[in-house]
């Protein structure tokens, strides 16, 4: 088990780097998350990130990369989207590292 520091607070990472608890998450969270992965989280990623917990709060589970792009795509650019874009905004897995810094459980992000 690890930790992450963010302001003041130390936030508990799993073995993955995964929030060891849903609900640790905020967006200060996601940004010292992608902080230490070196990206600097832009209008993009939030769109992503946040379709991620809005999707997994409403089915407890991660939606596929597929829905994403089919869901967000046009959000995330404006030629549309695709999977390899996913993969170039989120450098460490596409839909998988997206995952991982909306905060879902280590499980269902590997269903991504």
């Known amino acids: 088990m690890s930790f992450l520091q ?44 946040h379709f991620l917990r809005e999707f997994y709060d409403e089915y407890e589970t991660a939606p596929s990369p597929r829905r994403i792009v089919k869901s967000v795509g046009n ?11 996913l993969k170039e905004i989120f450098p460490l897995g596409g839909c998988k590292h997206a995952c991982r810094l909306a905060g879902l459980p280590t499980a269902y992000c590997h269903a991504c």
């Not at 967006?27 to 832009?42: F, N, P, S, T, Y």
């Not at 959000?75 to 874009?85: E, H, I, V, W």
């Open 6 to 49: 963010v302001g003041t607070e130390q936030i508990r990472l799993n073995g993955e780097g995964h929030l060891a608890s849903y609900d640790d998450w905020n967006e200060d969270v996601a940004r010292a998350m992608a902080e230490k992965d070196q990206i600097v989280l832009e209008k993009c990623h939030w769109i992503a990130i």
């Open 75 to 85: 959000q995330l650019d404006s030629r549309g989207c695709n999977t390899r874009k």
